[in-house]
């Protein structure tokens, strides 16, 4: 796997993007590229809510795509934000669902709303992208 540094953010930071297989592994390698991101960047205070993120986005992407890979990139959109984003082959949106306690599956999305700034969905001709924001204090 090789990691590619993507363009630079309008605060002149860096971020960073890699192509994964849609596979339950490729979370592990994108919370580890997430590691490595926010200790460059000095912001490690939002490492545990931007692994637990990342981990979900591309649990939905391997789970939801029929596409054999995807794409995950995080930037810092601001001095103490980063944005992560998951972009698959399916240009179906994610739900937000509001289970019953019984059931086992389902709450990734309730988990992005409570640890997120903001989220959201893009959709485009060749699948779509999920991205979330990272900041401090956003989960309070």
């Not at 794409?71 to 082959?89: K, L």
Request: hydrophobic share 40%; proline share 3%; with cysteine.
């Amino acid at each position: 796997m090789t990691m590619t540094a993507a363009r630079a953010t309008s605060i002149g930071e860096p971020g960073y993007s890699q192509a994964f297989s849609c596979v339950p592994e490729s979370s592990r390698h994108a919370r580890d590229l997430v590691s490595t991101a926010l200790r460059v960047w000095g912001l490690e205070a939002l490492l545990d809510d931007a692994s637990l993120v990342t981990s979900e986005l591309v649990a939905n992407a391997v789970q939801h795509s029929a596409g054999r890979c995807l794409v995950f990139s995080i930037e810092r959109s601001a001095q103490f934000r980063v944005r992560v984003r998951v972009t698959d082959q399916s240009r179906v949106r994610p739900v937000l669902r509001c289970p019953s306690e019984e059931e086992t599956k389902g709450r990734g999305l309730l988990l992005l709303s409570a640890l997120a700034a903001d989220w959201g969905t893009d959709v485009h001709t060749s699948g779509k992208t999920v991205w979330a924001d990272i900041a401090y204090g956003a989960a309070t």
